[in-house]
Every structure is written in structure tokens, then in C-alpha cells.
């Protein structure tokens, strides 16, 4: 089955820098690749996702590529804001399968 | 306002004693879905449920059960939960299968197995 591997599991970066985590994933049939965001003591959100038909996808600060060649997909966040501190997840959807599956999730801490 | 709710938020209880968490939605989602959160190891779905009386185990469903009689509802039911099943419980649906329509998660529900 599908594995998800998310980096780093954590990352602190400063107010107005970029913050980039990436997302490796096992199965060349995937083609659907959600980010989430967790706020404390909230839900997961979905914040920006891409289809395997495209190599990137942006809304606003925040940007999704995807490499289907080395199975890698990466979320890029520019001029970061306290507000982007949170736990991000990515997933990955196999072709077919009625599940998403889940990287380990990225505790970004944005520093003043 | 749409929103899928979980109840309880917060529950302590004890090895063997027979618990159920309840989930609800208001926006006519045909997908339903439970997922643990545990440190390190993400999301991973226990199980889901793609309409009325269809459920289909998910990643992790040993010691779980779970029962869709009504579109809105899918309880998580842990007949005799034991401590490894300590975790945050998250509830989400979609319109339909995730990749259809944007999936929405609930509050959580922190259990502690004593």
C-alpha cells in the first residue's frame, strides 16, 4: 500500500522567511495530494492541494510542486506570518482507493 | 453553519469498559471517515464509510467498530478499549471519496484508557 514520508518533523523559521516541507510517497499510481493545517487544539483543514497532472499549483503564499518522476511533493510557504504556526500534514491518494494516507505531520513555529 | 461535531471532546476511562464517540454532519456528505492521531505517526484511518451501511476497514481498525445507519451519523465504538488505544480521535467527511470534494475534519476527542 501506499507509505507517506514527511520533512522535517519540525521547523522554525523567522517572521517574513520561507518554510518549505516535503513529502516523499511509495506508490507511482497516487495522483491526488492534499496539505492540511492543524491549529492547536482544532482539526486538520485543507489548505491547498494538487492533482497528478500538475507540477504546481499556488494560492496566495502558499505554493504546492509535485516531482511524479521521484515521487515527491513539497509545500512552500513565503512570508511567513505567526499566523502560519501550526502542524501541517500532507497525504496521498492512490488511484482508485477510498483513502488518503497521511505523512507524520510538521510542527512549523513561526519566530517574531 | 456546516461543520461535522464529535462528542464527547475530552473522555477518561478505564481498560474493558465499552465506550462510544459519537460523530455528526450537517452537509449531506456521503463519505464518513475516523482517523487517530498519534506523536510521530500522523494521521492513520481506523475506518470509513462511503454511504448508509457501507463501512470498509481502514489502516489501523483492530478494537474499533463503527455503524452507519444514517447518513448524518458514524459512531466509533471501542468495546473494551485498552491503554494502546489512548489517542486524539479526529471525524471527517466529504462529499464524496477524498479527492471528490474538500474533506472536513471535526473538533477531536482526546481519549485516555486508563
Known amino acids: 500500500g501506499e507509505n507517506v514520508e514527511q520533512h522535517p518533523s519540525t521547523l522554525s523559521v523567522q517572521e517574513g522567511d520561507s518554510a518549505v516541507i516535503k513529502c516523499t510517497y511509495s506508490d507511482s499510481a497516487s495522483n491526488y495530494f492534499p496539505w492540511y493545517k492543524q491549529e492547536l487544539g482544532k482539526g486538520p483543514q485543507l489548505i491547498i492541494d494538487i492533482r497528478s497532472n500538475v507540477g504546481e499549483k499556488k494560492d496566495q503564499r502558499i505554493a504546492v510542486t509535485l516531482n511524479k518522476t521521484a515521487k515527491h511533493f513539497s509545500l512552500h510557504i513565503t512570508e511567513t506570518q505567526p499566523e502560519d504556526s501550526a502542524v501541517y500534514f500532507c497525504a496521498a491518494q492512490t488511484q482508485g482507493a477510498q483513502k488518503l494516507v497521511f505523512g507524520q505531520g510538521t510542527r512549523l513555529t513561526i519566530n517574531p | 453553519e456546516a461543520q461535522v461535531t464529535q462528542n464527547p471532546r475530552y473522555l477518561i476511562t478505564v481498560t474493558g469498559k465499552k465506550l462510544t464517540v459519537t460523530c455528526s454532519q450537517n452537509m449531506n456528505h456521503e463519505y464518513m471517515s475516523w482517523y487517530r492521531q498519534d506523536p510521530g505517526l500522523g494521521l492513520r484511518q481506523i475506518y470509513y464509510s462511503m454511504n448508509v451501511e457501507v463501512t470498509d476497514k481502514g489502516d489501523v481498525p483492530e478494537g474499533y467498530k463503527v455503524s452507519r445507519k444514517e447518513k448524518r451519523n458514524f459512531p466509533l465504538i471501542l468495546e473494551s478499549p485498552s491503554p494502546n488505544q489512548t489517542s486524539l480521535y479526529f471525524c471527517?467527511?466529504?462529499?464524496?471519496?477524498?479527492?471528490?470534494?474538500?474533506?472536513?475534519f471535526g473538533p477531536g476527542t482526546r481519549l485516555l484508557v486508563l
Open positions: 471527517a467527511s466529504s462529499p464524496q471519496a477524498p479527492g471528490k470534494g474538500t474533506q472536513y
